[in-house]
Nanobody, 112 residues
Framework: QVQLVESGGGLVQPGGSLRLSCTMS????????IGWFRQAPGKEREGVSC????????YFADPVKGRFTISRDSAKNAVYLSMANLKPEDTAAYYC?????WGRGIQVTVSS
């Protein structure tokens, strides 16, 4: 069974940066299209970004375009979501996904 673990969240000031990691056990993460979602309190879960397993193409939701990047690290069996110029509205629990498998999520709080 695919198990995903997110890490790298925390508290950051507006304008700051964080890098979230999504690691996978048992299987090669390179075989999967990996998605990142987020959910803020009182709001619906929304897609943030994904990276394709087939050709490495990437997608970013409009609110994060130009600020977030996504990348793979095959050696560490991880996918990273690098977040820059963070805004208070980026505050949410962030989840990585592979097929129908979800991690438990990691909190990102952007506040001064």
């Amino acid at each position: 069974q695919v198990q995903l673990v997110e890490s790298g969240g925390g508290l950051v000031q507006p304008g700051g940066s964080l890098r979230l990691s999504c690691t996978m056990s048992e299987f090669s993460i390179d075989l999967y299209t990996i998605g990142w979602f987020r959910q803020a309190p009182g709001k619906e879960r929304e897609g943030v970004s994904c990276i394709s397993a087939s050709d490495g193409s990437t997608y970013f939701a409009d609110p994060v375009k130009g600020r977030f990047t996504i990348s793979r690290d095959s050696a560490k069996n991880a996918v990273y979501l690098s977040m820059a110029n963070l805004k208070p509205e980026d505050t949410a629990a962030y989840y990585c996904t592979a097929d129908d498998n979800w991690g438990r999520g990691i909190q990102v709080t952007v506040s001064s």
